[in-house]
């Protein structure tokens, strides 16, 4: 037993696990971005200002919080966009402005976000086609029920509910805030819970983890599931944020919760990375546009950074990926 | 020595007593081989059915109008995914071309420097594409997702937000001119297609590239050059977007930001539809280019059937995920 | 009329625009139009902050954020949907600072003013034009923007109304371009596909959309004159296809001119005069010879329109000047 | 305590097993031996529930058994150490060995402090040294391999399933795993312990069944059996001599230098290499796993880039080798590890057989398919692959079958050095003679052959001239009869006991 603990001890400290030089990575951008802004205005610092940027990550981090769950199992979902959409109008549409309606409307759409995602997770576990196919086509039908309900915003919130997305406490959103903890602890019940550890393997090597009789097609099943339920989560935000739910309001995140997974650290061919690196990439991107907009750098030119971020962020990471 | 090849004999006879393939497992790999060439006939069948419209020879030839954009892309999509790759900038690369092509005096004497300035964007792209995949190991998927976005801004600098100028009439000729019932962006595609099979079918690049996307290690120890054929897939398959874009802009006269706009999902789903595993080393041209008529065949037979816009999406979702299932396994 | 003297200050003032986005010509000439309202009044506007959500509602929304964050005096919001912006300006305004809403508006009138040129009345123009061109009786395929959007929808549902008042107009499809020509080609050639020579009249919500359509038809066979009738709005191509195929047209504008004027108004709220809830720009109205109906007549002749050796996607109701020209376009403006 | 009966399963155009049968008692340890390709591997996956058999019979402990899937199998204490490694590559050593029995804290939390802590008691007890916080695709094939075992032994199974355990490790940690092996024996636990390393039956198993093609041809007591009855029962005819005699009238010292490295560095695991390759020899080049072989081959194929020294082969000298002009040199190179080195798993037999000669099947810019069906023919006959024909995709092929492939690819090439690193690993005895006859034929045109095996009695049998490796420095030159086993481990351990 005592020669145990001598070898237990590593002979070296590893120096730097490409998790934490992620973290760093992203820490230092903003510090850069934060250098620059401080330069430029004045009001850049301002504590209001930063609570507006802590704030206006809330949606794409929330909705990168599902991706990253499937893009670690080395899937992806391709079905937020409408997903986000389709539930958007059915919270609105189905409130339409009667407070009594909330607490059901909600649940039944968290529900409806949990019900769609398991539907893709069994796609992917039952048909065998790759999920980047079963979630385009899942987003597709999405988007057309969505169409069908309303091709127009429709409904409204009552008094309150944009609480949500624009209450503060002490100075701070309260949507922000929630999201943050909903981060530790996703976090934590990936570090600390077999399920959270069956995750990573799946993504890791799903051949072995079936040989090994883990419960690979319920440990699918349930990150498309979860996917869904923060993408409920998400148009519910987005409802409380815009006053309504609109056909279109979630298009744009298919392609861009991919964007702060992968900045994040988070390897697409599964298996390697850590949701905290998603919640600061998401407040990179947000803490970006927030820059620019200080700047008054024309719309091209802030595409152009964008991509540039993306690729500085991915570039300078040398771990070798298995494949797409 | 002759005892020894006597006994060699025997024993391939044995194995071959040995196998007695089910006729199960034949006709699953045929499916899985020509099944989105069944998927392509029973849906011209049913299109048929449901719309006598359907083979007029109009809505024929504006079918085949209409599939061979698509059709392009998907060929130099096909290529980068054989190399366990994905090019979500393709569309971003259509838009700069054609955007790039109503940039000049819209006369045909600058039908050659418009494809010229087209297909180098399209070099462009490419190589920086395959650059951060190859050299940098970038996920393909982020890779092209932020060329994608650059090149976006990149135009919206150039254009000033929207382009304006017109197409010359030699490129709208190819892009939607017909002679008798046969487009002329038919041609366009047989130009690309057919040089295209031959390569990747029956020359020895073409067999390089598809060792090296089934496993790339094996490639490199063969001596190939691995890195020089998955970054020419990129530049091959941005080239492809760029002439698509031009077929595409000509096609109507009028270009605007966002010619293209979704062909970098579809053609993704077209080549896997056509046989393409995303993981590399699997699929023919053919295959893809079913894949496409398929994917605008869907969109098409709704509109004859009169059902409205939202039926069109929710069926290609459903057309994509039931043929996937059908034969498309991972 | 709204009394604005609450919001009386003392130039220079730094104003916000939050533009939806870019992508086509029209809002390109416009975004060209109030950087010229800026540069009109440089002696009193110390600075004019653009930002630009790229047609995406959540950057829209942050971006009102931040340019409040950098302490504008004033905000002019072109909202990208008209729900969506409705509690982050909501919440400008409560904050005390004066929003105008400019082409877009946002759903609720928590705004000081709104300057525009009125889709529904657009849409309804259009809807009169074709009935009456009809005698009340004919096959109309509704030609949309993009599925959602405002100006889109603002324009086709009241255009429906008058639609749905006469029994024998059918409403044959309505489909949609997403003010693309690509787009608008594809869809049409399918539904020309299907109703050849019964469609009698397209509805169209802009004119980005209606070279697309008319080639379409060309396509399938339809000789000039044989073409049904188009509206339009705004563009020199579709107007130059319509003396060349004969089709007959109405065009009414959107002028992009509105968001130079939009400036005026910002500057008259900042010195507390007060102004209109609602400020129309006038639309040009411009009809193809003889097809002029008893309330449809045109404000110019058709031919006087049309900038011959123009572009076809070229904006023919700007006021920027004869030279001006998107592309090539510098306006100096404080910034 | 395992019953098998009738199975039968078949694989599209493969018949793997039919009318199978195996029995395994509590607290012995039952061999399986055949053939490559003999069905052993598709046994274990249909007794651990990875395959549904298409017949016959599970039953455990007198109750008939179907798996759902492994999960079944594994919950009824079966464990299975594949053939295949079946590891996390980035999950920690630790989370390998635990993995779905991580130990807990008080909340219900997993305690990964625990579970490397006993990690690194388990590993400590195989005798190896690994810190169980490391990623296990870090570690060496060995290595992995042990964490394999330790996995198993973590597991407290009632039946533990070893499918070529000893492919990759070597003398002391296979001693240590024999000693495990045996004790947990003693326990009770039913042991299926399937290997081509025949000495090892006769050293650990009590009784061994004999599989081929498929089918059960005999179980009996080792103690009864002797080796050579047992590769004619595997084989089906007599196999006489294992290693084809040395040719008459070869000269070691007068044949000609074909390839000569000097003073080759890769790394800190090559450390200053000089050897000659000599033209119609077989040389040798043992040592224990990890002393540095496999990068040292690659090194002079091109595959790893040199950090100094040459290459000298055919009158030119290269500091830098690309594998294309290793191949327009003339060499060869049969890799270890044939999945991800070697084969191009989604292509036919003909297709990579023809992978580094494409010329030779081209007519102009076409690629001669006709041309390459024949040369594929040629060679399916010539090395005896056991395969439908060219067409045949080599994924569904065994082990032994596809190695030939690789051989009859690179015996194209390699008109002076042929490089087989491991060339026999997982082959079964029949084809391991045939590649050892092979060896030779292409040894007498003149080509330079390096072997790299880590099996005693084949480098020794095999090798004209043998250098042995030891922690990246080549630690002796042995030739002819100066050839012994005993040499060979002094050579390749010495360090590490004086260490
Ligand atoms: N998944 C599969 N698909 C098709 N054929 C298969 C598959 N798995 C095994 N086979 C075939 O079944 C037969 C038996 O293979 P198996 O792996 O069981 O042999 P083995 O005895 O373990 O051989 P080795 O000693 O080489 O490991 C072989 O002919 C092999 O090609
Ligand atoms: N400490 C280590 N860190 C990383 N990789 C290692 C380490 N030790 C060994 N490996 C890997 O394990 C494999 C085996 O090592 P190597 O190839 O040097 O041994 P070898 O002498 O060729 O033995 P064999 O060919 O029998 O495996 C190699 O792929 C090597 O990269
Ligand atoms: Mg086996
Ligand atoms: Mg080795």
């Not at chain 1, 983890?209 to 998400?234: C, E, H, M, P, W």
């Not at chain 4, 003999?38 to 179907?66: N, W, Y």
Request: glycine residues 10%.
């Amino acid at each position: 037993m005592s020669s145990t603990t001598i070898s237990g001890k590593p002979a070296v400290r590893r120096p730097l696990t490409p998790a934490t030089a992620r973290f760093l990575m992203i820490g230092m951008l903003m510090a850069i971005i934060v250098a620059i802004g401080a330069l430029v205005a004045d009001r850049f610092l301002r504590p209001a200002n930063l609570a507006n940027v802590f704030e206006q990550a809330t949606d794409l981090a929330l909705v990168a919080l599902g991706q990253s769950l499937t893009v670690l199992t080395g899937g992806i979902d391709l079905s937020v966009g409408s997903l986000i959409s389709l539930l958007s109008v059915l919270t609105s549409g189905l409130i339409d402005g009667n407070g009594a309606m909330v607490l059901p409307v909600c649940a039944g759409v968290i529900l409806l976000g949990v019900l769609v995602g398991t539907l893709n997770g069994c796609g992917v576990v039952l048909l065998k086609i790759h999920p980047l196919i079963v979630t385009l086509g899942m987003g597709a039908v999405l988007q057309g029920v969505a169409l069908l309900y309303t091709r127009s915003p429709v409904g409204g919130i009552p008094d309150g509910f944009d609480s949500i997305a624009y209450g503060r406490i002490g100075g701070l959103s309260v949507g922000g805030i929630a999201v943050l903890l909903i981060f530790v602890a996703v976090a934590v019940l990936l570090r600390r819970t077999a399920t959270g550890r069956a995750i990573y393997a799946v993504g890791d090597d799903r051949h072995a983890a079936t040989l090994l009789g883990l419960k690979v097609r319920r440990v699918t099943i349930l990150v498309y599931a979860a996917s869904g339920l923060f993408s409920a989560l998400t148009a519910i935000y987005l409802v409380a944020r815009f006053g309504s739910g609109q056909p279109y309001t979630g298009a744009d995140y298919t392609l861009s919760s991919v964007t702060p997974v992968v900045v994040g650290g988070i390897v697409l061919s599964g298996g390697r990375g850590n949701v905290l690196g998603t919640l600061l990439g998401a407040y990179l991107l947000a803490l970006l546009n927030n820059l620019l907009n200080f700047l008054h750098v024309p719309t091209q030119i802030q595409l152009v950074a964008e991509g540039l971020i993306i690729m500085a962020a991915v570039a300078v990471h040398v771990e070798r990926e298995k494949r797409a | 020595m002759t005892v020894k090849a006597a006994s060699g004999q025997g024993f391939a006879a044995g194995t071959l007593n040995r196998s007695s393939p089910p006729l199960r497992d034949h006709a699953l790999a045929l499916l899985g081989r020509y099944g989105i060439y069944l998927f392509f006939v029973g849906f011209l069948l049913l299109a048929g059915l449901l719309a006598p419209s359907f083979f007029s020879r109009s809505n024929l030839s504006n079918l085949i109008l209409q599939i061979v954009p698509l059709a392009i892309v998907a060929c130099g999509q096909a290529l980068v995914i054989l190399v366990r790759g994905l090019d979500l900038s393709v569309s971003s690369v259509m838009a700069t071309a054609a955007v790039a092509a109503t940039s000049f005096s819209g006369h045909d004497a600058d039908v050659l420097p418009i494809v010229l300035v087209a297909l180098a964007i399209g070099v462009m792209t490419g190589l920086l594409n395959g650059f951060l995949v190859v050299r940098r190991n970038v996920s393909p998927f982020l890779a092209t997702l932020a060329t994608m976005i650059v090149l976006q801004g990149l135009r919206f600098g150039w254009t000033h937000g929207a382009p304006s100028g017109l197409m010359p009439p030699l490129l709208r000729v190819i892009g939607s001119g017909t002679w008798g019932f046969v487009p002329v962006n038919l041609l366009v595609l047989v130009a690309v297609a057919v040089p295209l099979a031959t390569v990747l079918h029956k020359t020895t690049v073409g067999r390089r590239i598809m060792i090296t996307g089934g496993n790339p290690l094996t490639g490199r120890l063969l001596g190939y050059r691995t890195d020089a054929l998955t970054i020419g897939a990129y530049v091959v398959c941005s080239m492809l977007a760029a002439v698509a874009g031009l077929v595409l802009g000509g096609y109507a006269q009028i270009v605007d930001n966002w010619v293209g706009k979704g062909f970098e999902l579809d053609s993704i789903v077209a080549a896997v539809l056509g046989g393409f595993a995303l993981s590399g080393g699997r699929g023919t041209i053919g295959g893809a280019l079913a894949g496409s008529a398929v994917l605008v065949l869907a969109s098409n037979i709704v509109l004859l059937i009169g059902l409205p816009i939202q039926f069109q999406i929710i069926l290609k979702g459903l057309v994509i995920v039931f043929a996937a299932a059908c034969y498309a396994k991972r | 009329i709204r009394d604005t003297a609450t919001y009386k200050k003392a130039p220079p003032y730094v104003i916000g625009f939050s533009n939806a986005g870019l992508g086509d010509s029209w809002r390109v000439v416009a975004l060209d139009e109030i950087k010229q309202g800026a540069q009109d009044h440089k002696d009193v506007i110390k600075k004019l902050i653009i930002t630009d959500a790229g047609h995406d509602d959540a950057k829209q929304v942050s971006d009102v954020q931040d340019l409040v964050s950098q302490g504008v005096d004033l905000l002019i919001v072109s909202a990208n949907t008209e729900k969506a912006l409705d509690p982050v300006v909501t919440r400008a305004m409560k904050r005390g600072i004066p929003v105008i809403m400019l082409d877009r508006r946002i759903a609720s009138d928590h705004f000081v003013t709104y300057v525009n040129a009125s889709d529904p009345m657009m849409g309804r123009l259009w809807a009169q034009w074709i009935v009456e061109k009809l005698h009340g009786k004919g096959n109309i395929v509704i030609l949309a923007g993009q599925a959602g959007s405002s100006p889109s929808e603002n324009r086709m549902n009241p255009a429906l109304e008058i639609f749905k008042q006469y029994p024998d107009i059918h409403i044959l499809d309505t489909v949609y371009s997403d003010w693309s020509p690509v787009k608008a080609k594809q869809v049409m050639q399918a539904v020309i596909a299907k109703y050849g020579h019964s469609i009698n009249a397209v509805w169209s919500a802009h004119g980005l959309q209606v070279p697309g359509s008319i080639e379409a038809f060309r396509e399938a066979g339809f000789k000039p004159g044989e073409i049904p009738m188009h509206t339009t709005a705004d563009v020199n191509g579709p107007l130059k296809m319509a003396v060349q195929y004969k089709v007959p047209m109405l065009e009414v504008g959107d002028p992009p001119a509105q968001y130079r004027l939009a400036i005026g108004v910002a500057l008259k709220v900042l010195s507390g005069a007060p102004v209109p809830c609602v400020v129309t720009v006038n639309s040009q109205i411009a009809v193809t010879p003889g097809d002029e109906t008893p309330s449809v007549k045109g404000d110019l002749p058709f031919k006087d329109m049309i900038v011959p050796n123009g572009a076809d996607d070229m904006l023919i109701t700007n006021d920027l000047g004869p030279d001006y020209t998107p592309s090539t376009a510098h306006i100096e403006y404080p910034h | 305590m395992l019953l098998v009966s009738g199975v039968s399963k078949s694989f599209p155009g493969v018949r793997a097993l039919s009318d199978m049968q195996l029995e395994v008692r509590e607290g012995e340890i039952h061999a399986l031996v055949g053939e490559n390709g003999a069905g052993k591997s598709t046994l274990t996956k249909i007794i651990a529930g990875v395959q549904p058999p298409d017949t016959g019979e599970l039953r455990l402990d007198g109750k008939p058994v179907h798996w759902s899937g492994p999960a079944a199998a594994k919950a009824a204490g079966i464990h299975v150490i594949y053939q295949e490694f079946v590891l996390f590559p980035h999950l920690s050593v630790a989370e390998n060995i635990f993995v779905g029995a991580m130990p807990r804290t008080r909340l219900g939390l997993l305690d990964h402090a625990a579970a490397e802590r006993s990690a690194a008691a388990l590993m400590a007890r195989l005798g190896v040294s690994i810190d169980p916080r490391r990623p296990a695709s870090e570690l060496s094939v060995a290595d992995q391999q042990m964490v394999e075992i330790a996995k198993a032994l973590v597991e407290r199974p009632k039946l533990l399933i070893l499918d070529e355990p000893t492919a990759v490790i070597a003398g002391k940690e296979v001693e240590a795993l024999f000693e495990r092996l045996r004790r947990l024996r003693d326990e009770g636990v039913a042991i299926i312990y399937i290997s081509h390393r025949l000495e090892e039956i006769f050293e650990i198993c009590d009784r061994v069944t004999v599989v081929k093609d498929g089918q059960w041809v005999a179980t009996t007591p080792v103690s009864e059996v002797t080796r050579d009855r047992l590769v004619s029962l595997m084989v089906g005819r007599d196999v006489a001599q294992l290693f084809p005699p040395r040719p008459a009238g070869l000269d070691a010292a007068t044949a000609p230098v074909v390839l000569r490295a000097e003073n080759v560095r890769v790394g800190h695991r090559v450390r200053g290499v000089s050897l000659e390759l000599r033209g119609g020899l077989i040389t040798g080049l043992a040592g224990m796993v990890g002393a540095g072989r496999s990068e040292l081959a690659m090194a002079l194929f091109g595959g790893l880039s040199m950090d100094g020294g040459s290459v000298t082969i055919g009158g030119a000298t290269y500091t830098r080798m690309i594998p294309a002009r290793a191949i327009a040199l003339g060499m060869g190179f049969v890799t270890e590890d044939r999945k991800s080195e070697g084969l191009a798993m989604l292509q036919d037999v003909g297709a990579n057989i023809s992978a580094a000669t494409l010329h030779d099947v081209t007519s102009g810019p076409f690629l001669d398919r006709a041309r390459e069906r024949t040369m594929a023919q040629a060679d399916i006959a010539g090395y005896r692959i056991a395969c439908r024909g060219p067409g045949n995709a080599v994924s569904t092929m065994s082990g032994g079958n596809q190695q030939k492939v690789l051989i009859a690819r690179w015996a194209h090439t390699c008109s002076r050095v042929l490089i087989l690193d491991e060339p026999t690993r997982g082959v079964d005895v029949g084809a391991r003679t045939e590649i050892y006859r092979i060896m030779r034929e292409i040894a007498a045109r003149g080509v330079a052959i390096l072997m790299i095996s880590s099996e005693l009695p084949e480098i020794v049998g095999m090798s004209d001239r043998l250098y042995v490796m030891r922690e990246g420095v080549l630690t002796g030159l042995l030739e002819r009869d100066g050839i012994t086993e005993e040499r060979v481990v002094d050579l390749a351990t010495h360090a590490r006991q004086a260490a």
